[in-house]
């Protein structure tokens, strides 16, 4: 009985809880992120270098059978037998999902920072108690008033 009440008293604190919770929205919020990506941001870049699908570009280091044409689909040219394939494009994509999470990440931590010095800024002083010497001295002035 008491492994399962050590195993309740961990899962219950707030640290799991709050973890358990930050998995969850960042989870959700790496979605959003890859959606932005693919749906707003390659579209616009893909539309500049002319390439409307950086998923399917590649390279072809090795084709023994020949078989390989240019406009073939990445799954289908790696399909092909013993041939080397350097796919570079889901890379790209995965590069910019990752600079804009973290630059996302950074606004976040920046508006939170910027929120956490106004609250201290805005928080009144706590009142100054007296310092050690003042303390001392009122001991000392007390002893010689009891002798």
């Given at each position: 009985?008491?492994?399962?009440?050590?195993?309740?008293?961990f899962a219950v604190k707030g640290n799991v809880m709050d973890l358990a919770i930050g998995v969850i929205?960042?989870?959700?919020?790496?979605?959003?992120?890859?959606?932005?990506?693919?749906?707003?941001?390659?579209?616009?870049?893909?539309?500049?270098?002319?390439?409307?699908?950086?998923?399917?570009?590649?390279?072809?280091?090795?084709?023994?059978?020949g078989s390989i044409n240019e406009g073939m689909a990445l799954a289908d040219a790696r399909a092909v037998?013993?041939?080397?394939?350097?796919?570079?494009?889901?890379?790209?994509?995965?590069?910019?999902?990752?600079?804009?999470?973290?630059?996302?990440?950074?606004?976040?931590?920046?508006?939170?920072?910027?929120?956490?010095?106004?609250?201290?800024?805005?928080?009144?002083?706590?009142?100054?108690?007296?310092?050690?010497?003042?303390?001392?001295?009122?001991?000392?002035?007390?002893?010689?008033?009891?002798?």
């Open positions: 009985m008491g492994f399962l009440k050590e195993f309740k008293e929205i960042g989870g959700a919020f790496g979605k959003i992120v890859d959606s932005i990506v693919k749906d707003l941001v390659m579209p616009l870049i893909s539309a500049v270098i002319g390439s409307p699908d950086f998923t399917n570009m590649y390279m072809v280091l090795k084709d023994p059978t037998e013993n041939a080397v394939v350097f796919a570079y494009g889901n890379f790209i994509t995965v590069a910019i999902n990752f600079m804009l999470l973290a630059f996302a990440v950074f606004l976040l931590v920046k508006g939170i920072n910027r929120l956490k010095r106004k609250e201290e800024a805005a928080a009144p002083e706590a009142p100054k108690g007296p310092t050690q010497e003042e303390l001392l001295s009122d001991i000392r002035d007390l002893l010689r008033k009891q002798q």
